[in-house]
């Protein structure tokens, strides 16, 4: 589905976006340099220098009070509030200052913690996803000099890239403060840099983490190799059988969707995913149902030896992290149920199986229908100069269906400030900033139109 053709952006509003930007652009730079990667514990205090540094942008941008909170264990998140005019209602913009592992410095063009612009894109760890989210809500209340049209409660999580363990004790203590008649969540994709989407769909996730055990200890491959077993080998067999030969997900019990959307090109999406020649997309079924409407399984890493410095010896035990990720509609505490009773039935050996869930997060789906939705439509159509599509995304945001849980009745919109080319999680993350100034613009817009005294 696509909104209509689009209107012009109120010029004074553009104008008003145009003069924040390159600031904007300069302090994404600058939380860019903080490697905020909380799942590393190494970088627990960058984290929370993270939280402090988006906590001092709130404050320049207006807001009458700004809080770093945490649950017990948590990460620092940001709170900061814009009071509503009388009448208003109040919008939660929401975004996320933690970052992913950078999987190898060593591998990027350029430093990840050193943004770098290349063709009308910043490079960096974050500069997508999701600083960039975090910049465009701050940029949005800059250009109202800030003093937006209705309240605003700013909401900076630490913790969205391990899954939000603790968001849900976050929301039962602030609850109230956390309040809003509107969710505007800035972390997901557009299709295109110039083609805007509300996403109206996303997977769930349940990272699991698989461990083989086949002996009391190592034992020399020679001496034992052959009627004993090795973990290792072990655990290979049992991770070979989550797929069939099509790359299909070979676990019975999980939600399997389906789609009406348009499908995406296969060279399209070769070419986003940088799949080698003669390699074949796994599973059946459009791109867009695999993409974004059935479960999808990966072994996200191993432990066990590198090949240089292995010894002759058989592992007694092995372990692997296992990503599941759950069409819309499944349940996480289900599907890890369905995922671990496949691996007992199909461990080898008579090889001893622990399975311990390490994080998860609920599919979410919606229909966005009604005044908000039509006025978020409006307003990206016409700072893109496009019509708005709608779409289901892969990823998962854990932070949108607690909270569809907490406040039912909020309108959660969910935009996108990455594109195809953006390389979320991976190396060479890049924002394309001519679609980063037209995010700010159209959020801009969108809030304006929520003002009573523009409808």
């Known amino acids: ?33 903080i490697p905020s990667i909380w799942a ?9 220098r993270s939280a402090d540094a988006v906590a001092t942008l709130a404050r320049g941008a207006g807001a009458q009070r700004v809080d770093v909170i945490a649950a017990e264990g948590g990460a620092p998140a940001v709170v900061a509030h814009w009071p509503a005019p009388d009448g208003a209602p109040t919008v939660m913009l929401y975004a996320h200052h933690d970052v992913q592992p950078t999987g190898g410095d060593e591998l ?17 760890r974050g500069a997508a996803d999701d600083k960039a989210g975090v910049m465009t809500h701050l940029a949005t209340l800059r250009a109202f000099d800030g003093r937006p049209p209705v309240g605003v409660l700013l909401f900076v999580e630490g913790e969205e890239e391990s899954g939000s363990p603790t968001l849900p004790a976050l929301l039962a203590e602030h609850r109230d403060s956390l309040a809003a008649d509107v969710i505007v969540i800035a972390d997901a994709a557009n299709p295109a840099v110039d083609v805007p989407a509300l996403t109206t769909s996303l997977r769930g996730l349940a990272n699991i983490v698989v461990e083989v055990s086949m002996l009391e200890r190592a034992v020399h491959s020679g001496m034992f190799g052959g009627p004993a077993g090795d973990a290792l ?9 989550l797929h069939d030969d099509k790359g299909e997900v070979a676990v019975a019990g999980l939600t399997v969707g389906s789609s009406e959307a348009p499908d995406v090109e296969e060279d399209t999406f070769r070419g986003d995913a940088g799949l080698l020649d003669g390699v074949e997309p796994l599973g059946t079924g459009t791109i867009t149902e695999r993409l974004a409407h059935k479960p999808a399984i990966a072994v ?19 372990r692997a ?6 069409a819309p509609g499944d349940e996480s505490g289900r599907a890890v ?20 869930t390490r994080a998860s997060g609920e599919p979410f789906a919606l229909e966005a229908t009604g005044d908000v939705y039509d006025l978020a439509r409006e307003a990206l159509s016409a700072a893109f100069g496009h019509g708005t599509v709608e779409m289901g995304m892969g990823g998962t945001i ?33 924002l394309d900033l001519g679609m980063f100034g037209r995010c700010v613009l159209a959020e801009a817009m969108l809030l304006r139109s929520l003002s009573p005294g523009t409808r």
């Not at 553009?14 to 924040?20: L, T």
């Not at 080998?233 to 059988?241: E, F, M, N, S």
């Open 1 to 33: 589905m696509s909104s209509p053709t689009p209107s012009e952006p109120p010029a004074d509003l553009r104008a008003a976006v145009d003069a924040v930007l390159p600031d904007a652009r300069a302090d994404l730079e600058a939380l860019v340099r």
């Open 40 to 48: 590393d514990p190494a970088h627990a205090e960058d984290t929370r």
């Open 398 to 430: 854990p932070f949108i269906a607690e909270f569809a849980r907490t406040f039912p009745g909020a309108a959660v919109l969910v935009t996108g400030v990455g594109d195809p080319a953006s390389r979320w999680h991976g190396v060479d993350e890049s």
């Open 108 to 124: 990027w063009t350029t430093a990840p913690f050193e943004p770098h612009e290349r063709d009308g894109r910043l490079y960096g």
């Open 300 to 318: 996200l890493g191993i432990d066990a030896p590198a090949v240089d410095g292995s010894a002759n010896i058989l592992l007694p035990r092995a």
């Open 321 to 326: 992290m296992v990503s599941v990720r759950l």
């Open 337 to 356: 149920e369905a995922v671990t009773e496949h691996l007992r039935r199909h461990v080898p050996w008579g090889a001893h199986l622990e399975v311990s």
């Open 233 to 241: 080998t072990a655990l290979c067999r049992l991770l070979a059988t």
